[in-house]
């Protein structure tokens, strides 16, 4: 049942965060509901916003917002026996970031249930439901019905949030961007915890990422950034941990929607760059453990690399794309051993390669200048809802640590465009780091695994939020 909402002052509280004040639950309550209702105009909106960017917001206030926003909409209610096997895992976002992609399948083959809600992506980011969208008929649409029965018949599914779900976060989200405050602690928290406590999940496992080509640059912010979800997850009783990975070079050899989606099935396929295998299987052990499936976290690992080894979980992704809209056909091939991929995905109108200007050992590659330079030739969004160019992307050629010859080619970039500019060819070339070979020294991807607590949590009951739970 809704509460009844006092005559309080937006105006007032507004005043009060700017001021570094802190809001109540019942404030708190007030301004989410205002913001789902319309009650508030968007300029008070957005005043409070870069008042909570300004001032911040202490643990309590941060868990209030939170839980109002989950509770604005609709939450996902399951049958009963699924309540410990219900898991997922979200990224803070990357460059070649197509880890959901085979992670979701794995898990699914080794029994658990994994309702992945997603989304696009915006600025540099690549977002997964874009990369999916790229196989011709997979439909990130599918109702609370189709959800429960795809969960029922694959184990996982991969889908848009629905207009009920959190709907108070669609506002905010929105409104954050065009007021500079996306990089807001306490927003970040919520909107993340917010949409993935609606799934009423029993563990969730976040990938936080940092370096140049993520939102947080260094260690301790991505950190700090963590430890603030894990907190808030586990409060709302999730199971909820989190690992810190690096992300200055793009994840694997492939950066662009469809051709991610070809890197991802080649891991699936048990193939694939190593660091890619390294983080689906270190997160997918992560979630095994944390949901009781396995003893410990290396017992988990080596449950998802067997299922991307023995073809359970290849067979699991070819399951959920015929269970989200894919033929049979389509789907058949593309999950096939010896499949040419751009039979079905579409290939860009020109490949251009680019040469190494000097010998040496690879030392680096800048993610964050070929998603900038991907973003120009069509590849990402500017705003929320802008069509994109699902085949324009790279392939790399060399791997980090590699040694590499003067003319030697080192990258391809898909494009639609007849010719890139001066500026982006130099502005790749420059993404290239060539040293000598003792300058480069070999890092794992993951940082840091930030546990949740050891207690065993009991599955947590859904109150209903405005009398409503998605059965």
């Not at 019942?26 to 008042?51: D, H, P, R, S, T």
């Not at 994840?251 to 991802?264: D, F, H, K, P, Q």
């Not at 990402?380 to 050629?397: M, Y």
């Not at 040694?403 to 290239?432: F, K, T």
Request: charged share 20%.
């Amino acid at each position: 049942m809704s509460r009844p909402v006092s005559a309080i002052s937006f105006q007032e509280m507004i005043r009060r965060k700017r001021d570094g004040g802190q809001l109540s639950s019942e404030e708190i309550y007030a301004f989410i509901q205002g913001v789902k209702l319309a009650n508030i105009q968007e300029c008070q909106i957005g005043a409070m916003l870069m008042a909570i960017w300004q001032k911040g917001m202490v643990n309590e206030e941060t868990l209030a917002l939170t839980k109002e926003m989950m509770m604005s909409g609709n939450v996902f209610h399951w049958p009963e026996e699924w309540a410990e096997l219900l898991v997922d895992k979200h990224s803070t976002g990357g460059v070649g970031d197509k880890i959901s992609l085979p992670l979701a399948p794995a898990l699914a083959a080794c029994g658990c249930k994994v309702p992945m809600i997603s989304g696009h992506g915006l600025a540099h980011t690549g977002g997964t439901l874009d990369k999916l969208e790229s196989i011709p008929g997979f439909n990130i649409h599918q109702s609370v019905e189709q959800v429960r029965q795809i969960l029922q018949d694959v184990g996982c599914c991969i889908v848009g949030q629905t207009e009920t779900l959190v709907p108070a976060d669609r506002v905010l989200y929105a409104l954050r961007d065009a007021t500079a405050t996306v990089d807001s602690l306490p927003l970040i928290t919520g909107s993340i915890i917010s949409k993935k406590g609606a799934e009423s999940l029993y563990a969730l496992l976040l990938d936080v990422k940092f370096g140049r080509a993520a939102l947080y640059k260094d260690l301790n912010s991505a950190r700090t950034l963590a430890q603030s979800l894990v907190n808030v997850g586990n409060s709302l009783g999730m199971r909820t941990g989190a690992v810190l990975s690096r992300m200055d070079a793009p994840i694997g050899r492939c950066v662009g929607n469809a051709l991610e989606v070809c890197e991802a099935l080649e891991c699936l396929k048990g193939r694939g760059p190593d660091d890619l295998k390294e983080l689906v299987t270190f997160l997918g052990g992560c979630l095994l453990w944390m949901s009781h499936r396995s003893p410990s976290l290396e017992n988990g690992q080596r449950m998802i690399a067997e299922v991307l080894t023995n073809g359970a979980a290849l067979h699991k992704f070819q399951a959920m794309l015929e269970a989200q809209g894919v033929s049979t056909q389509i789907a058949h091939s593309l999950c096939s051993q010896t499949t040419e991929y751009f039979k079905h995905l579409r290939r860009a109108e020109y490949q251009t390669e680019l040469q190494a200007s000097d010998d040496g050992t690879v030392v680096d590659i800048d993610g964050m200048v070929i998603a900038t330079v991907l973003h120009t030739l069509g590849a990402g969004r500017t705003r929320a809802g802008q069509s994109i160019n699902h085949s324009v992307g790279v392939e790399l050629l060399v791997d980090l640590g590699q040694q590499i010859q003067r003319g030697q080619s080192w990258i391809r970039i898909h494009h639609d465009c007849p010719v890139l500019s001066p500026e982006q060819h130099s502005d790749l070339q420059g993404s290239l780091l060539i040293g000598g070979r003792d300058s480069y020294q070999t890092r794992a991807r993951v940082a840091e695994f930030i546990q949740p607590p050891v207690t065993r949590l009991t599955p947590h009951d859904r109150s209903e939020p405005d009398g409503s739970t998605l059965e």
